[in-house]
């Protein structure tokens, strides 16, 4: 593709799997930087059994990028009924049994990116063996599933790695020379702190030359970002990032069919908050979208241990508004 923008996306799980699947259809040259604090599920029983890094938002990545659907379809084929294997993934399987074979996850990761022919890369943003920790007041948590599922208790609760991890040299590259660096939605406390607290990533995008956009949350998480604005995750961001490196924050400005918020609400889970005044609290340009899909995801019955999103963003429209910002 003539003019095709280079673009990092930084994130992990459903949130940059569902837009990694969209992007690849308007760049070739796609950047995914995955977090690897993943420790529930099937991932997290593979750690504890093998001691290998967490699979399972790398190969979800991949298989997003994946240009062979055969292959795709089996690297996410997830075993049920009441066996040993019950809830794994054979992708994960492979890319733990790979990782042990070759000696190292990056190696691992080469094999699978062939095996499936993905567009672009997918790179770990960290190679690095680690736990994430919460610093909650006095409260200190430590494991991603219970970060990412419990109710924080005050504002200035800060994860870390620890032992403290660095940043993927590769990530890092991809981050400095991209056209556009994207934070993707997802679980903030689970999923994209714990990819931008490792060592080295402010300085990355610092060094950044391109275009830096955070995609918000299309709803807030019950004991984490009640009552949360767009300003708000910007600024969560920023106190690992820097300040001020966001330059435009993608949000929705369209709302989910009405029995779908219902069901939500029910939950305590509500739309992002995007009035206009609150957005003078941030550098960030504020650009906002019909970003919503109509189309329903239902939950994988083998997949026990995640519940899956049913409000999803529209990854197409989600693409076209990344141009849109390269274009500018």
């Known amino acids: 593709m003539a003019n095709a923008p280079e673009i990092a996306l930084i994130g992990g799980g459903t949130g940059s799997f569902t837009l990694l699947q969209e992007l690849?259809?308007?760049?070739?040259?796609?950047?995914?930087?995955?977090?690897?604090?993943?420790?529930?599920g099937s991932t997290g029983v593979l750690r504890d059994e093998f001691g290998v890094l967490p699979p399972g938002d790398v190969r979800q990545c991949l298989v997003a990028l994946s240009d062979t659907p055969d292959v795709r379809d089996l690297f996410n084929y997830r075993f049920g009924g009441d066996s040993a294997l019950a809830g794994h993934s054979l992708g994960n399987l492979i890319l733990s049994g790979l990782e042990m074979q070759r000696g190292s996850f990056d190696q691992a990761l080469k094999v699978a990116s062939s095996i499936l022919h993905i567009t672009g890369k997918v790179l770990p943003v960290t190679l690095e063996k680690h736990s994430l920790v919460m610093q909650d007041g006095e409260e200190k948590v430590v494991g991603e599933h219970l970060i990412?599922?419990?109710?924080?208790?005050?504002?200035?609760?800060?994860?870390?790695?620890?032992?403290?991890?660095?940043?993927?040299?590769d990530a890092a590259e991809a981050i400095r020379g991209a056209d556009l660096?994207?934070?993707?939605?997802?679980?903030?406390?689970?999923?994209?702190?714990?990819?931008?607290?490792?060592?080295?990533?402010?300085?990355?995008?610092?060094?950044?030359?391109?275009?830096?956009?955070?995609?918000?949350?299309?709803?807030?998480?019950p004991g984490q970002t009640d009552g949360w604005h767009v300003a708000d995750y910007v600024r969560a961001i920023e106190r690992y990032i820097g300040a001020d490196q966001i330059d435009v924050a993608l949000h929705n400005q369209d709302l989910p069919e009405k029995d779908?918020?219902?069901?939500?609400?029910?939950?305590?889970?509500?739309?992002?908050?995007?009035?206009?005044?609150?957005?003078?609290?941030?550098?960030?340009?504020?650009l906002g979208a019909n970003l919503v899909a109509t189309d329903v995801v239902k939950q994988d019955e083998?997949?026990?241990?995640?519940?899956?999103t049913l409000i999803r963003h529209d990854a197409r429209q989600v693409g076209r508004q990344l141009m849109r910002i390269y274009y500018e």
């Open 148 to 169: 990412g599922n419990r109710p924080i208790n005050y504002s200035d609760a800060v994860v870390s790695l620890e032992p403290p991890a660095i940043l993927n040299p």
């Open 24 to 40: 690849k259809g308007f760049t070739p040259n796609i950047s995914a930087i995955v977090n690897m604090s993943d420790d529930g």
């Open 302 to 308: 083998s997949d026990k241990a995640i519940r899956r």
């Open 260 to 286: 779908l918020l219902e069901k939500y609400a029910a939950e305590g889970e509500f739309p992002v908050a995007t009035d206009i005044a609150r957005f003078a609290e941030i550098s960030a340009r504020p």
């Open 181 to 221: 660096v994207v934070v993707a939605p997802g679980n903030l406390y689970g999923s994209l702190l714990p990819a931008l607290a490792v060592e080295g990533m402010s300085e990355a995008f610092a060094e950044a030359s391109g275009k830096k956009v955070l995609i918000s949350n299309l709803v807030t998480k």
